[in-house]
């Protein structure tokens, strides 16, 4: 019978003495959050936009914002049968004269236009919706938004400090936040957890013991399967996992942390110790222990959002390793780093050097044709070093064409499967280094990245 | 459709004018045959043996020995109800007194003791065997070599010089020979080809397109399933696949040599160029030009008959091939050389040394009991490099025990499952060389040896 020591009631308060918004910033917030509400108003009716309604959602919304962060979104919601075109016009020149008063003002695109500028301090998203009758009757991706807004605002009350531990727990495990660069527990998934599991304990008490396949389905709704490790089913919305972006190592990692964390419950995991970049020394250290070979692809980190850059660097990192391994050398652990200049995939192999002689074997002799084909191609042919039979096969003993991993990428990573921005920067030019030669790399948040990797 | 050439008569005729046994050799033979049989005879007579008969088996006996070969076959045959033991008395008493008159004997055992003889230059078996009604009911082994001689004795008749032809073939392509080290095809088993198909040439086309499985039942009396890639079905016992012993690399090894006989019938198939030693100069550039690591084992030749040895060496050299691989060592090929004084397995792998660090993965880590037993045995623990999770399990990098396939063999090798006499061998003391050190290994066989291996 294992026996989890209770989180203790003063930890708690000491994480929330860091995390919980001050009653100054609350009500700063929620001034900013007034005045932004009249400057939409105000807008729309100068541009003689009549239908709008102003709405706040996100977590400042909420009462489960964690201090520090000043984050807003503000929803400017149109009638469901506006033309997507009109939404789209109008509400960005809405969002446009409201910039007006802004610090800073950016364009960015999800699946509509939307504006994000810095109001007094604040980092505020202005975006254009529908205001559709239902979640499960969205015409864009955002008009969910206010539907979790209103079911979290309703369930949520009393339990905001518990949203807010698990956030910081999750922060500190690094499994928080959707993104595609995380892959990890959204602010919305965390709310509801604490829904359903009432408090911050009873979640990770639970999650301790979680499998793949977990499902909560809090509307007791749901109406399709889902293959994701964890699925929480959107109140809102039966047919949605809110958990989907969860990638399996991070649902793992949550159980992982939330098991140790039981075991001795202390402030570490909401707070660990940040990791000092590793030094040159340290790095030749490091390497001559392991005595694996390093190789590292270097290239200028592409100009677009994380959101569109991440997936295709993962893609990127599976690609390069499998095409390694196609080549014989084996791949022990891949990762990837990327600065605001240069991007890094960090491959280390068994070996970066194979032997000359390669073992290609064909097939049994018996297969007639195939196997005459075969043998005709290698007997006796250049760079061939010897032929045999080996369980009924013929096996010719080849030269190898690439015995080296760093000369096979850089004659070959172009022809890997890259994705489009990534295939354009390496196509403009991309260095392998090697071993000891990482040391070039000065970055500090590359040399914190090779701390844990190394 | 393919066209083979015929086989020229010419090319036939070469071949046997080199080993067809001249009239001089036949007469020779006739005489010796005789005179061992009256031997026999006389020796039974003085030792007061009535019930004894004389039968001269074998390729001897049958017309279809090679030139230069100087081997016969004597059957002491005693009456099937004589009891075992008398059998082996008496038979060998007669064997000794016969071998009064000869220049050297050994005393040799197959599942009864027989004897080996020098008389005259040949190299004569002196075989005690029961008299039974069918070969069906021998009560030994070598009961049933009569059997075979009288079915053979009375098909083969003007068909020698094609057995002749075939079974030089198969020594030209190195499989003749049904002994445990060979692995090939046994005299009978070339005969009784020859009766079903005829000719060489038909066995040459038609063994062109053999697969495993193949099946020859010449008295459409097979009586049991077997599992072998040739199955030639005995014709004096159904239930016995005369190719039983016959391996399938050499099964296919002769389906290749009779495909490229057919596309150019030469005499070097007959007769192929003896290899050379490899010299040391071509040791050095040939290592050099392949790059991959050659490790030889060791170890003083046990004093064992052949076919008590190979097994053992063959079970040797999977056996450390699988214990490299156990510890992650590519092994690219194995073999195996014995002389008369020493014994070498030999290893070629992609690499003999691999990096410090070496990844241990895990259970899942949702397999709760499991992972945490697990993550507890490594983390934090001496010679572990780090822990992550990677595909839902736990992963660490721990300290490789055995980074050297050298040291692991000169550590381990002892507890590879190895046969009795090799086990005994090599407990006594055995050595591990790497790459050039081959060198020091002059034995000239094992030089030729080499040459087909590097």
Redesign the interface.
Known sequence: METYTGIPEELKHSVLEKIKPTETEKKKLLEIQEELASEVKTAADKLGVSAVLVKMVGSAARGTWLSGTHDIDVFISFPEETPRKELETLGMAIAREVAKLAEHAEDRHAEHPYLNIVFKGFDVDLVPCFRVASASHIKSAVDRTPFHNDFVKARINGCEDEVLLLKQFMRGCGVYGSELRTQGFSGYLTELLIIHYGSFENTVRAA?????GEKIDIMQHSEIEHRE?LVIVDPTDPKRNVAAALS??N???F??CC?EFLKSPELKFFFPAPFLPLEDREIIERLE?????QLAVLFKTPDVVEDVLYPQLYKMEQAVAAFLKEY?FSV??TGVWSGKNETVIML?L??GA????K?HIGP???V?EHA?KF?EKYEGAEDV??G?????KYVF?IRRKY?IAKGLLENQLINCSLGKHIHQSVNEGFEIIENAEICSLKDLDFRIFLR?WL
């Open positions: 301790s013991s979680w499998k793949p490790p399996l190592d649902f793992c990692m159980i992982d098991r222990s392991r005595k694996s070979t014989e022990i652990k280390e068994i070996s194979l032997p000359n002689v073992k049994p002799v018996w007639k005459e043998k070093f010897g045999y039979i080996e369980n009924g003993e015995p844990k």
